[in-house]
T-cell receptor
Framework: DAMVIQNPRYQVTQFGKPVTLSCSQTLNHNVMYWYQQKSSQAPKLLFHYYDKDFNNEADTPDNFQSRRPNTSFCFLDIRSPGLGDAAMYLC???????????????FGPGTRLTVL | QKEVEQNSGPLSVPEGAIASLNCTYSDRGSQSFFWYRQYSGKSPELIMFIYSNGDKEDGRFTAQLNKASQYVSLLIRDSQPSDSATYLCAVMGTGFQKLVFGTGTRLLVSP
């Protein structure tokens, strides 16, 4: 089945220790997103890729970086995690609206990040 | 003013009743509207989407959109305990494919 996969599902890191979260998709969608969701809050968009074009949200901290080496994979790098970065990190994909297709976003299962 | 507003709840309904979830949005140019269901500790799952004014039905779910009032709702008929979750309203504007989420309404369906 076509899907969005995130690894790991649970990640524990230490304060200040870099961490990388990964996302892969078999949907062949050209748009990929990273969201941060804290408890009882709405998902917050960090950045998205339109093909290889990277688009950062204005309020995304510099501590967060992303890479998309190909259509299928996207990575979220947190260079120096702080306690406030503990959250669920969600990857999502969608098809190009220009194609005329429905542009809903499909989410992966998420990675729960704990910072000690 | 928040861009997408939802009552946080919890909204409690008995099994078999109709649950009505509401959402208002501030961007009058918004084009696409989505309802996601999110179980505790899980990722959002798309339930319904609607683009045009009026009603759209899919099984037990009906999405209603009123662009003039900037209002979108989700009705769940014959509510089941398994429907207990947080329901996120999400709105996409005329710009790039960026979804703006509400904080969600927690629904509790009691047996």
């Amino acid at each position: 089945d076509a899907m969005v996969i995130q690894n790991p599902r649970y990640q524990v890191t230490q304060f200040g220790k870099p961490v990388t979260l990964s996302c892969s998709q078999t949907l062949n969608h050209n748009v990929m997103y990273w969201y941060q969701q804290k408890s009882s809050q709405a998902p917050k968009l960090l950045f998205h890729y339109y093909d290889k074009d990277f688009n950062n949200e204005a309020d995304t901290p510099d501590n967060f970086q992303s890479r998309r080496p190909n259509t299928s994979f996207c990575f979220l790098d947190i260079r120096s995690p702080g306690l406030g970065d503990a959250a669920m990190y969600l990857c999502a994909t969608s098809r190009d609206r220009a194609s005329g297709r429905v542009d809903e976003q499909f989410f992966g299962p998420g990675t729960r990040l704990t910072v000690l | 003013q928040k861009e997408v507003e939802q009552n946080s709840g919890p909204l409690s309904v008995p099994e078999g009743a109709i649950a009505s979830l509401n959402c208002t949005y501030s961007d009058r140019g918004s084009q696409s509207f989505f309802w996601y269901r999110q179980y505790s500790g899980k990722s959002p799952e798309l339930i319904m989407f609607i683009y045009s004014n009026g009603d759209k039905e899919d099984g037990r779910f009906t999405a209603q959109l009123n662009k003039a009032s900037q209002y979108v709702s989700l009705l769940i008929r014959d509510s089941q305990p398994s429907d207990s979750a947080t329901y996120l309203c999400a709105v996409m504007g005329t710009g790039f494919q960026k979804l703006v989420f509400g904080t969600g309404t927690r629904l509790l369906v009691s047996p």
